[in-house]
């Protein structure tokens, strides 16, 4: 049996039509990708101007070094990041409570207090345990008289970490070596080695996971809810008495699911297409930084065949998460009511979201592998495994069959629960008579 008869390819197209030519469906449709493209351009100039500003507002630093260990280290370590500092030699005598009370009244826009111990420490030789004052402090201070900019917190952070690595080598006689050769850190990358031969890069599938349960994520909430407001508009206005009348109930909840996700995938496809272009040109223009990381563009593979699986997962899930909410929406009479018929479904698609973010660290996990299996859970959970690591066959092949029965469950109980809830007007059904629908409907 053809469950796409010509009425429900009317519903399908009458939906489908009324939505695209909506002011509000091409405004979100191109404006939202504009409007995450100007943010991103948005954060990126802020923080230029904001290096910039940092830059041109010159703010001296003050280095007190009781010690006298690391001080003036420190401070060929900024002026080497063009700050700044001078050695704070009138304010090494004192705590760092009393510093504090005099920095008003000084001459430095920020103080570094060194801690003596901290000096005892960058010329000990290596292997040697500390022997700090008992009740010492032994921490650095920065003392500011207004905000720190995070360029100059980090600055700070590194030319301390230079000068100590610094101390330590003159301590053992060394005095040629560039201690921030010593600090750099090498590149390191996972790659998980599938039974086939296969190499993925860890870090690179996990982000993509986590992009496809959160892209998951935000069809079925927000379209699964556009199918309630869908199904609320046409009891609020009378035309559903006219439409069951030349139509089935489950016709025309069948037409009202599949346009509404006709619509859904026409805004994915132009969003797709214009994050796609973006991201070449942005990939194009950094492929040589990329390339300086270790990141080879070219030689990343496309698992077509795990896009394929993500499809269907997000097909039946979809189907699965519609039919609820269909048969929510059929339940209530006012938008006052909706968010609280729709909630327990909201609640099964917000859930798998969460246990997404385990899953993609232990994807072989055993409670991993019994949620994807879960046909609530697997439309999320299933996709984010398989771009994590190699699943088994027979794992995401039940996972699919199962997920396909308790899509065939839900559009029955759906289509019962739709067939009476349609043409119900004034109070919200209660759980009981929503059971008797399902039984009588």
């Known amino acids: 049996m053809n469950p796409f008869t010509p009425r429900v390819a009317t519903v399908v197209r009458r939906e489908f039509m009324m939505r695209v030519k909506s002011k509000w469906f091409l405004i979100s449709t191109l404006g939202l990708p504009v409007l995450i493209v100007g943010l991103g351009a948005l954060s990126a100039f802020l923080a230029v101007r904001g290096a910039t500003d940092v830059g041109q507002e010159r703010r001296l630093i003050g280095v007190a070094d ?23 030699a009138d304010m090494e005598e004192f705590s760092v409570d009393e510093a504090r009370s005099r920095l008003s009244a000084s001459s430095y826009d920020l103080l570094l207090m060194i801690p003596r111990s901290a000096g005892r420490r960058s010329a000990e030789m290596p292997g040697e345990t500390p022997d700090a004052d008992e009740g010492e402090d032994d921490r650095t201070t920065l003392l500011a008289r207004a905000s720190v900019p ?31 050769a010593l600090l750099r850190r090498t590149s390191f990358d996972v790659v998980n080695v599938t039974e086939s031969g296969e190499a993925r890069s860890q870090d690179i599938y996990r982000m993509l996971s986590f992009a496809i349960a959160f892209f998951f994520y935000f069809i079925l909430l927000i379209y699964g809810q556009m199918i309630v407001r869908a199904i609320l508009e046409e009891k609020q206005s009378d035309i559903v008495e006219i439409m069951v009348s030349s139509l089935r109930p489950w016709e025309l909840m069948l ?11 026409a805004q994915m496809a132009v969003w797709a297409l214009i994050f796609a272009l973006a991201a070449v040109y942005g990939l194009t223009a950094g492929a040589s930084t990329l390339a300086e990381a270790g990141i080879d563009i070219a030689n990343i593979p496309i698992p ?29 009479s006012n938008e006052h009511d909706a968010q609280q018929a729709i909630l327990p479904v909201m609640m099964l698609i917000i859930l798998p979201f969460i246990a997404t973010q385990g899953v993609i660290q232990s994807p072989n996990a055993g409670w991993g592998v019994i949620l994807s299996l879960v046909p609530f859970f697997s439309p999320l959970v299933m996709p984010a495994r398989l771009f994590a690591t190699s699943v088994p066959v027979w794992q995401w092949l039940v996972s699919l069959i199962l997920l396909g029965v308790f899509v065939l469950g839900a559009a029955w109980v ?22 008797r629908w399902i039984r009588h409907g």
């Open 414 to 435: 759906a289509g019962r629960i739709f067939r009476v809830g349609i043409l119900m007007k004034g109070q919200r059904a209660n759980l009981p008579q929503v059971l």
């Open 255 to 265: 037409g009202k699911i599949v346009g509404v996700g006709a619509v859904g995938v």
């Open 304 to 332: 077509w065949g795990t896009l394929v699986l993500m499809l269907c997962f997000l097909v039946f899930g979809y189907l699965l998460y519609a039919g609820m909410f269909a048969g929510a929406g059929a339940t209530i």
């Open 150 to 180: 995070s360029v100059i917190e980090g600055s700070v952070r590194g030319a301390l970490q230079r000068a100590s690595v610094r101390a330590r080598l003159r301590s053992i006689g060394v005095q040629s070596i560039d201690p921030g």
């Open 66 to 88: 009781p010690a006298g260990l690391i001080g003036d280290l420190l401070v060929e370590e900024f002026v080497a990041d063009s700050l700044d500092a001078v050695r704070a």
